[in-house]
């Protein structure tokens, strides 16, 4: 009498423990499927650019916006030509334009994306300059402060060291 009684808490625990397990794992099914469905509906449709011209551009609306705040009428005016009669020497022209390294790397242009970082550095210092709040020894101090902390606990440890060299 007295082993049946363990046996059916340990029933119930596992029980228990997989009702829990099956929802938190229906919970996460379900979060992956309504971000899947969000990312569906809001992911722009460019299978239609196949058939479709589009009707605007972010430069077309960039370009309107801006004749009207200098007050001048805007003209929006587009002929689609389609791209077996433009020139392979255009397309690569368009290409270049945008990115003028874009035949050289695979995504990612590193050149590009470091001088940008510099770039925000430099506006960074600059702005701090004029809150007043510009120390460019300050963040060398706190990585020097940073590593010597590092240094101490790989070779210390982090408990409490009973005696120091001078």
């Known amino acids: 009498m007295y082993g049946a009684f363990p046996d059916s808490l340990d029933e119930n625990n596992n029980l228990a423990m997989w009702y829990w397990t099956k929802i938190i794992f229906l919970v996460l099914v379900g979060a992956v499927l309504v971000w899947l469905l969000y990312e569906v509906i809001t992911f722009p449709h460019v299978w ?15 370009r309107l916006s801006e004749a009207k705040s200098e007050g001048r009428e805007p003209k929006k ?9 433009i020139s392979p020497n255009l397309q690569r022209a368009v290409l270049a334009g945008e990115d ?8 990612f242009d590193w050149d590009a994306i470091q001088n ?7 506006e960074g210092e600059k702005e701090a300059k004029e809150e007043g709040d510009y120390d460019p020894d300050d963040w060398i101090a706190d990585a020097e402060f940073q590593t010597r902390c590092v240094d101490h606990n790989t070779a210390v440890g982090k408990e409490p060291v009973p005696f120091r060299r001078p």
């Open 48 to 62: 239609n650019l196949r058939t479709e011209n589009p009707t605007t551009t972010s430069m077309i609306e960039y």
């Open 77 to 85: 005016f587009m002929i689609w030509t389609p791209i077996e009669q």
């Open 100 to 107: 003028t390294r874009f035949f050289e790397h695979h995504g």
């Open 116 to 122: 940008a970082w510099d770039e925000a550095v430099k």
